[in-house]
């Protein structure tokens, strides 16, 4: 970490949680909300702040979902004030009508997050809002527009500016290796045991974003072997019996697991700039690494199969490797982007689809999501500016000459 992270994460490390200091307000939620957005002082905004995220702390889910339905619904934009203000706008360009413009537009619960934030330690609190929001919202349009508030503040809060890389270790804290035990989400960790051979040996890496206001919470990590050459499996990578090398000797970085540790901050995207922070990081560390793989799942391929009567047993492997290419490639969404989400995101992210395999994932989820097969997502970095441009603007897709003719013997299959 620079200096300059290091001194922005002992200064937030000190901040206080949000505390039930003072005296308790019991007054309706709705009657706090307003005094929060009308309070003038620092003292007593952070007051009114304090009390209203205790009381939601306390709150069951039916008293959490009437919450956020008071600030979908009486902390809305007044739509004839957006009009007014944008038709002044519109009759005359000037600094006076765009910031009335803008007021209009901004709707008072975005007011309210940012007062709500100004209470020591709250922003891990509104990040376990947001959670909730999205939990209890789904399908209700009201609350979903108030989530749009939430991300938006969000994607300020959680720029890469305000992100500290840090290396996750066998030394590290143990308050945060309980917690990468918890959110690992791809291949789960079993015991401390498997988490020492995932962090201990010298062919082994782990990296995690944080961010200052919540030093103590991991936002997302990723899992890293050192090999000689690409790995296909899984099983290889976690095996107890597997042959250990030196970092030094390593050509090849295998990003095998990428996990998201935090509900609250879904949409907000780390992993894009975690990849190619590591992957740049690690090139400086250790000059010998010439290749930077993804060892990914793929999520959506076994339900694929099962929704078109397609046909494969994990034990066949060719045809498993072609329909997993073809899937890869061919299946979209109604906007032209790939189905499988993974896919979505590493060709996002300007990595090439470099290499589809067999029984690379054995274990029951492996069987069940994908019938075993798994695919390497490659990072050139001298590509991957072009590949993501292509990929935004054309949805063109970036393959290696191997998976494109698996996919076409799918196609040729099928025809």
């Given at each position: 970490?620079?200096?300059?992270?290091?001194?922005?994460?002992?200064v937030?490390?000190?901040?206080?949680?949000?505390g039930?200091?003072?005296?308790?307000?019991?007054?309706?939620?709705?009657?706090l909300t307003?005094?929060l957005?009308?309070?003038?002082?620092?003292?007593?905004?952070t007051?009114?702040a304090r009390?209203?995220l205790?009381?939601?702390?306390?709150?069951?889910?039916d008293?959490k979902l009437?919450?956020?339905?008071?600030?979908?619904?009486?902390?809305?934009?007044n739509?004839?004030?957006?009009?007014?203000?944008?038709?002044?706008y519109?009759?005359?360009?000037?600094?006076?009508?765009?910031?009335?413009?803008?007021?209009?537009?901004?709707?008072?619960?975005?007011?309210?997050i940012r007062?709500?934030?100004?209470?020591?330690?709250a922003?891990?609190?509104?990040?376990?809002?947001?959670?909730?929001?999205?939990?209890?919202?789904?399908?209700v349009?009201?609350?979903?527009a108030?989530?749009?508030?939430?991300?938006?503040?969000f994607?300020?809060?959680?720029n890469?500016?305000?992100?500290?890389?840090?290396?996750?270790?066998?030394?590290?804290?143990?308050h945060?290796?309980d917690?990468?035990?918890?959110?690992?989400?791809?291949?789960?960790?079993d015991?401390?045991?498997?988490?020492?051979?995932?962090?201990?040996?010298?062919d082994?890496?782990c990296?995690?974003?944080?961010?200052?206001?919540i030093?103590?919470?991991?936002?997302?990590?990723v899992?890293?072997?050192?090999t000689?050459?690409?790995?296909v499996?899984?099983?290889?990578?976690?095996?107890e019996?597997r042959?250990?090398?030196?970092?030094?000797?390593?050509?090849?970085a295998?990003?095998?697991?990428?996990?998201?540790?935090?509900?609250?901050?879904a949409?907000?995207?780390?992993?894009?700039?975690?990849?190619?922070?590591?992957?740049?990081?690690?090139?400086?560390?250790?000059?010998?690494l010439?290749t930077?793989?993804?060892?990914?799942?793929?999520?959506g391929?076994?339900?694929?199969?099962a929704?078109?009567?397609?046909l494969?047993?994990?034990?066949?492997?060719e045809?498993?490797?072609?329909?997993?290419?073809?899937?890869?490639?061919?299946?979209?969404?109604?906007?032209?982007?790939?189905?499988?989400?993974?896919?979505r995101?590493?060709?996002?992210?300007g990595?090439?689809?470099h290499?589809?395999?067999?029984n690379?994932?054995?274990?029951?989820?492996?069987?069940?999501?994908?019938?075993?097969?798994?695919?390497?997502y490659?990072?050139?970095?001298?590509r991957?500016?072009?590949?993501?441009?292509?990929?935004?603007?054309?949805?063109a897709?970036?393959?290696?000459?191997?998976?494109?003719?698996?996919?076409?013997?799918a196609?040729n299959?099928?025809?």
């Amino acid at each position: 970490m620079t200096l300059l992270a290091d001194l922005l994460s002992t200064v937030f490390e000190r901040r206080l949680r949000p505390g039930r200091a003072g005296q308790r307000d019991d007054r309706p939620i709705a009657d706090l909300t307003t005094d929060l957005i009308g309070a003038s002082g620092e003292v007593s905004g952070t007051t009114v702040a304090r009390n209203l995220l205790s009381r939601y702390d306390e709150m069951d889910d039916d008293a959490k979902l009437a919450f956020f339905h008071h600030l979908a619904r009486d902390m809305n934009i007044n739509a004839p004030d957006v009009h007014q203000a944008l038709e002044a706008y519109e009759a005359a360009h000037t600094k006076a009508t765009y910031r009335a413009f803008m007021q209009a537009a901004e709707p008072p619960r975005q007011e309210l997050i940012r007062r709500l934030n100004q209470v020591p330690g709250a922003t891990g609190a509104l990040v376990a809002m947001r959670a909730d929001l999205l939990r209890l919202g789904r399908g209700v349009d009201a609350l979903q527009a108030l989530d749009i508030d939430f991300r938006h503040l969000f994607a300020s809060w959680f720029n890469r500016g305000f992100l500290v890389l840090r290396p996750i270790n066998w030394q590290s804290p143990a308050h945060i290796l309980d917690k990468i035990i918890a959110y690992e989400a791809v291949h789960q960790i079993d015991s401390w045991d498997d988490l020492r051979r995932r962090l201990e040996p010298s062919d082994r890496r782990c990296f995690a974003f944080f961010h200052p206001a919540i030093p103590d919470e991991p936002l997302i990590f990723v899992e890293v072997a050192l090999t000689q050459g690409v790995t296909v499996s899984v099983q290889g990578v976690l095996a107890e019996s597997r042959k250990m090398i030196e970092a030094e000797a390593a050509d090849t970085a295998v990003f095998y697991s990428i996990s998201n540790c935090q509900a609250g901050l879904a949409s907000i995207s780390f992993g894009n700039s975690l990849i190619k922070q590591v992957a740049a990081d690690l090139a400086m560390e250790l000059p010998g690494l010439k290749t930077f793989v993804t060892l990914s799942p793929i999520p959506g391929l076994a339900d694929w199969l099962a929704e078109n009567d397609v046909l494969a047993k994990p034990d066949d492997d060719e045809r498993i490797r072609s329909l997993a290419a073809y899937y890869l490639l061919d299946v979209k969404q109604r906007d032209g982007l790939p189905r499988d989400p993974v896919a979505r995101f590493h060709l996002g992210n300007g990595a090439l689809i470099h290499q589809v395999s067999a029984n690379a994932d054995m274990s029951e989820k492996g069987i069940a999501q994908s019938r075993g097969a798994m695919v390497n997502y490659l990072y050139d970095l001298a590509r991957v500016s072009q590949n993501h441009e292509r990929f935004a603007v054309d949805h063109a897709i970036a393959a290696s000459a191997e998976v494109r003719a698996l996919a076409a013997a799918a196609r040729n299959a099928a025809a």
